[in-house]
């Protein structure tokens, strides 16, 4: 693991509220449990152009 922040700064950017533990795959299955028929993903519509 690399931690790239002093514990002081992880302290106070927990402290208000900017991070916690949750992942960012766990943001995003909250997010599709709570908006289960929004769109999450999509590929672009250049997507051929961009290989």
Known sequence: ???LHTKDQID???KEGWWDNITL?????NN???????IAV???PNKKDLS
């Open 32 to 38: 599709v449990k709570k908006n289960p028929k929004r």
């Open 42 to 44: 999509v590929d672009p």
């Open 1 to 3: 693991m690399v931690i």
């Open 25 to 29: 795959i766990q943001r995003f299955i």
């Open 12 to 14: 106070k950017y927990t």
